[in-house]
């Protein structure tokens, strides 16, 4: 029989305690983004959100609520195009008003939070686990929901005791335009989606054709996320500022104006053209882009003045 070594039990407890803590961290370092294998962005918290040098673009965790840091090879995109910064429209997690934009659009191109915020709009004061109840989700995901949309203003909570109550804010209380704005467009397309049980008017709202293998509400939000992701990577703003500032332009003439690759361009033209945001045009038997003037949807149409407006005013 083998005698009872201390030295050798204390040791295997040892590492076997060193093994658990260090499972522990990896574990914790993955839920914040770090040591994902996606690539080599890192993890910020949204509420200490860097500026356009030391940041860059927000992109959506796994659940779709963590957010993770611009590439640093696009903030020195950013800041290349952008020698000159004007905070007109101040971002209420700081950084430059394009890193807001990108921000905004990719927290609401979620169809979760986009129906958490409709739920909200049309029973303000629910309690987090109301909502929870209602979504048939977990309260620390929905929480974790509510969060990133409150801290940009889109929705605002509010303690009383145990409870969390979560209701969308007056646009008298956001200061940010772009946000009152998007909030207004929201709660006008949550109106018409109520108002309408056969929703034909919601479709001409969001240009949708009937698909029979969706829901109703599968529909209006798979419409919604599709326009909000002409506007979700920095290039495509960068790209769409350009063009509304000096008109059509070749690929050649933007990539040199807005220090960006020909292939990054390729592809960012090419999702604006899906998105019905650009057309081609002929100038001088050269092939150039143009914004397209009006935007077929009436939501998309909307949408884009909005994005628009904040363009002109970050340039």
Same mark, same amino acid.
């Given at each position: 029989?083998?005698?009872?070594? !201390? ?11 060193? &093994? ?37 673009? @927000?992109?959506?965790?796994? #659940? ?16 290349? &195009? ?20 990108? $921000? /905004? ?8 939070? $986009? ?5 909200? %709009? ?21 929480? #974790? ?25 007056? %646009? ?9 704005? /998007? ?19 919601? *479709?001409?709202?969001?240009? @949708? ?9 599968? &529909? ?28 059509? %332009? ?14 990054? &361009? ?22 150039? *882009?143009?914004?397209? #003037?009006?935007?077929?949807? !009436?939501?998309?149409?909307? /949408?884009?003045?909005?994005? @628009? ?7």
């Amino acid at each position: 029989m083998r005698s009872h070594d !201390p030295l050798r039990s204390a040791s295997s407890q040892f590492w076997s305690a060193s &093994a658990c803590r260090c499972i522990g961290l990896w574990r914790a370092l993955r839920w914040t983004g770090i040591g994902k294998p996606m690539d080599s962005t890192i993890s910020v918290p949204l509420g200490k959100m860097l500026g356009v040098h030391g940041a860059g673009e @927000l992109l959506r965790g796994k #659940d779709g609520a963590g957010l993770r840091a611009f590439r640093p090879c696009e903030s020195r995109a950013t800041a290349k &195009a952008n020698s000159t910064h004007a905070h007109v429209w101040n971002s209420p997690v700081g950084g430059h008003p394009m890193d807001f934009i990108v $921000l /905004l659009c990719r927290l609401l191109a979620n169809d979760l939070r $986009l129906r958490i915020h409709f739920i909200v %709009a049309g029973g303000p004061g629910l309690a987090i686990s109301q909502l929870g109840d209602e979504m048939g989700l977990d309260q620390p995901k929905v929480s #974790d929901h509510v969060k990133l949309l409150a801290d940009v203003r889109l929705l605002e909570t509010r303690p009383a005791g145990r409870f969390v109550h979560v209701s969308v804010p007056s %646009a008298e209380s956001v200061t940010n335009t772009l946000v009152r704005a /998007l909030n207004g467009l929201l709660l006008e397309t949550w109106k018409q989606v109520r108002a309408n049980s056969t929703h034909a008017h919601v *479709w001409n709202w969001l240009a @949708l054709a009937p698909e029979p293998h969706l829901k109703p509400w599968d &529909a209006v939000a798979a419409r919604i996320v599709f326009f909000l992701t002409g506007y979700t990577h920095l290039r495509r703003l960068l790209i769409i500022r350009h063009l509304a500032l000096h008109g059509p %332009a070749t690929q050649t003439q933007m990539c040199e104006a807005i220090r960006m690759s020909p292939n990054a &361009a390729s592809r960012q033209l090419d999702k604006l053209r899906r998105r019905g945001l650009v057309q081609e045009v002929k100038i001088q038997e050269a092939t150039a *882009w143009r914004l397209v #003037d009006v935007p077929e949807p !009436p939501f998309q149409r909307r /949408l884009h003045a909005l994005v @628009l407006d904040a363009l002109r005013h970050s340039a």
